[in-house]
């Protein structure tokens, strides 16, 4: 292997801040075929984790176990690469705008980019390919506000839920783009966010 290769790649690594991802397509200027194996190298030293076919990241380890970065914030940098959009679903959707409490040991995200699999230790990541309609919100609060709500339930939603809702719109109004994204939510979900907008 030439040595000033792994090096420069080695250097680049180190100096990473914590929780930045590697693909084989982080390092460009070099064959693909070598760096997949350097990087595979460097994850037999513990120097990055392989969380699915040819994405790294370099993880902190703690006396606790390995530290990943936040599922969001890893689907958030495999998304930029791929030019792609990504929506957290479901108990993930409800738990990042503050519905839940509850961390999901699984978390699903829709992609407009291609559908994979991650493994940060015991947890699993999955990205699905979601239909394009999912991506037709302007607003960003608004495509995962209508996630969360699916994944409560029309009959579950409680009052709590709508002061959360009010909250929501208070720090982020997206103003511009509210009119547009009513209209692609369901009929029920309009009325509950409807009141929670402060005309």
Do not use: C
């Not at 530290?67 to 959009?85: F, G, M, N, Q």
């Amino acid at each position: 292997m030439d040595n000033a290769v792994v090096q420069q790649i080695r250097k680049r690594i180190t100096r990473s801040r914590f929780g930045e991802i590697f693909f084989v397509s982080s390092f460009p200027q070099y064959d693909v075929e070598y760096v997949t194996k350097l990087l595979a190298i460097f994850e037999k030293e513990g120097l990055i984790t392989r969380i699915a076919k040819g994405v790294y990241v370099k993880a902190r380890k703690t006396r606790f176990g390995i530290l990943y970065p936040s599922a969001y914030e890893l689907v958030t940098e495999i998304a930029k690469r791929d030019k792609a959009k990504v929506i957290p679903t479901g108990a993930t959707a409800a738990n990042r705008l503050g519905f839940s409490t509850q961390v999901p040991m699984n978390t699903i995200f829709l992609t407009t980019g291609s559908g994979r699999k991650l493994k940060l230790g015991n947890r699993t990541v999955a990205l699905k390919h979601g239909a394009p309609k999912n991506f037709a919100f302007r607003g960003q609060l608004m495509s995962e506000l209508v996630q969360a709500l699916r994944s409560i339930g029309e009959n579950n939603i409680t009052s709590e839920d709508e002061t959360r809702i009010e909250q929501l719109f208070a720090e982020t109004p997206e103003t511009d783009t509210i009119e547009h994204d009513l209209l692609l939510a369901p009929v029920w979900m309009r009325q509950i966010i409807k009141k929670g907008i402060k005309q």
